[in-house]
């Protein structure tokens, strides 16, 4: 799938990317955060995430498509090389929304609560965790800004210079 209805489908999937992959990062740092919002959130921003995962692939790729049919420019290049580094964001914050998502499937419904390898009871992981994955949440948002600006560049830095 290289166009939707004509145009490329880079243009259409790269929405998809900024809102999903910031949104499953921010669930992320809210559910790491927030206990309550944990037991909610977990398992939805899990399945979100996973989404996001399959979906950068196939925006790259339709992305690359796409620089080969434009011209050539420095901006078009930096942006591609940028959008390679979205995959490990995307799988960075589905691994820890799945670990986060995996304890507290585990802590739950159980009396006594059975921990597992990946869900023991320890506040020192647990706080570990919770840093980790606001760090990765941010660093998530953070490159997809900077993809998306470079794209930006890419796309309208002759556009204001036209008469």
């Given at each position: 799938m290289q166009t939707v209805n004509g145009l490329p489908a880079h243009v259409l999937l790269v929405h998809a990317i900024v809102v999903l992959l910031p949104l499953s990062a921010a669930l992320l740092a809210l559910t790491a955060l927030w206990p309550a919002g944990r037991r909610r959130l977990a398992g939805p921003n899990?399945?979100?995430s996973v989404v996001v995962v399959?979906?950068?692939?196939?925006t790259t790729s339709a992305g690359e498509w796409l620089e080969r049919r434009v011209a050539p420019s420095a901006l078009v290049h930096?942006?591609?090389?940028?959008?390679?580094?979205a995959i490990y964001a995307a799988i960075a914050v589905a691994?820890?929304?799945?670990?986060?998502?995996?304890?507290q499937r585990e802590s739950t419904g159980r009396t006594p609560a059975k921990r597992t390898f990946?869900?023991?009871?320890?506040n020192t992981l647990t706080a570990a965790l919770t840093v980790l994955a606001v760090v990765v949440s941010?660093?998530?948002?953070y490159d997809v800004v900077r993809i998306g600006d470079s794209g930006a560049k890419a796309s309208?830095?002759?556009?204001?210079a036209r008469p």
């Amino acid at each position: 799938m290289q166009t939707v209805n004509g145009l490329p489908a880079h243009v259409l999937l790269v929405h998809a990317i900024v809102v999903l992959l910031p949104l499953s990062a921010a669930l992320l740092a809210l559910t790491a955060l927030w206990p309550a919002g944990r037991r909610r959130l977990a398992g939805p921003n899990a399945v979100l995430s996973v989404v996001v995962v399959v979906l950068v692939p196939i925006t790259t790729s339709a992305g690359e498509w796409l620089e080969r049919r434009v011209a050539p420019s420095a901006l078009v290049h930096r942006h591609a090389e940028l959008g390679d580094t979205a995959i490990y964001a995307a799988i960075a914050v589905a691994a820890l929304a799945l670990v986060t998502w995996w304890r507290q499937r585990e802590s739950t419904g159980r009396t006594p609560a059975k921990r597992t390898f990946l869900a023991p009871s320890s506040n020192t992981l647990t706080a570990a965790l919770t840093v980790l994955a606001v760090v990765v949440s941010a660093a998530a948002v953070y490159d997809v800004v900077r993809i998306g600006d470079s794209g930006a560049k890419a796309s309208w830095s002759n556009w204001a210079a036209r008469p």
